[in-house]
């Protein structure tokens, strides 16, 4: 089942403005990671965040977790109209037999108006 | 890092009919997965495909319905077998390059319809 679930499940806004973009989930976890998925293409990683952290940056991207309240952030800042496709969260654990294992949220469309 | 190349990249395929979907990455990875993302939803694992041994199915899907074979440390192949129109998907592959706190590497999908 989905462990991940996001909101919104869309959101429109004007190049320049920033995106924000939250993530819950149910289970202990080793980290949470957020994908970019354009027009359902492949997926591409944008940001990986342990679970002893607590916030961390990648160019325009800043993504927040907290471990207490099972909930994650991705902030996009001064968006462009090239940002526009779906992004998902996906939360890492380690299995017993399988190894790593990665669950999705539901994933928030986001489209940037030029 | 890892490139995956992920073929076809669509279909378009009769009910009852079969198809098999491969998944070939450029470096040797000890775990590959197959994902489904119906219309509109998100990902939902298939199965986790290690060389040497059966693959591990989640709950929901079945080794019949969606065999794969992962023949060396760089291919895979996930077969969907007597398709209806509820297997129109998209299919993804994936490894990971390490073991713990690593990211996932995706193929470019294969869009399928079942007409």
């Known amino acids: 089942s989905q462990q991940g679930e996001e909101d919104p499940q869309a959101l429109s806004i004007q190049e320049g403005e920033n995106a924000t973009m939250n993530c819950s989930y149910k289970?202990?976890?080793?980290?949470l990671q957020w994908y970019r998925q354009n027009s359902g293409r492949g997926l591409v990683h944008l940001i990986l965040i342990r679970s002893n952290e607590r916030e961390k940056h990648s160019g325009r991207l800043r993504v927040t977790l907290d471990t207490s309240k099972k909930s994650s952030s991705l902030l996009i800042t001064a968006s462009r109209a090239a940002d526009t496709a779906s992004y998902f969260c996906?939360?890492?654990?380690?299995?017993?037999?399988?190894?790593?294992?990665?669950?999705f949220g539901e994933g928030t469309q986001l489209t940037v108006n030029p | 890092s890892a490139v995956i190349s992920q073929k076809p990249s669509r279909d378009i395929c009769q009910r009852g009919t079969s198809l098999t979907i491969q998944c070939q990455v450029d470096?040797?990875?000890?775990?590959m997965f197959w994902y489904r993302q119906q219309p509109g939803q998100s990902l939902t694992l298939i199965a986790t495909?290690?060389?040497?041994?059966?693959?591990?199915?989640e709950s929901g899907f079945v080794i019949d319905k969606f065999p794969i074979s992962r023949p060396n440390l760089t291919f895979s192949t996930l077969t969907v077998s007597n398709m209806s129109p509820e297997d129109s998907s998209i299919y993804l592959c994936?490894?990971?390059?390490?073991?713990?706190?690593?990211?996932?590497?995706f193929g470019q999908g294969t869009r399928l319809t079942v007409v």
């Open positions: 289970t202990s976890i080793n980290n």
């Open positions: 495909a290690n060389q040497g041994s059966e693959a591990t199915y």
């Open positions: 996906a939360t890492g654990t380690l299995q017993e037999t399988s190894g790593s294992r990665l669950t």
């Open positions: 994936s490894v990971e390059t390490g073991m713990v706190n690593t990211e996932a590497f």
């Open positions: 470096s040797q990875v000890t775990m």
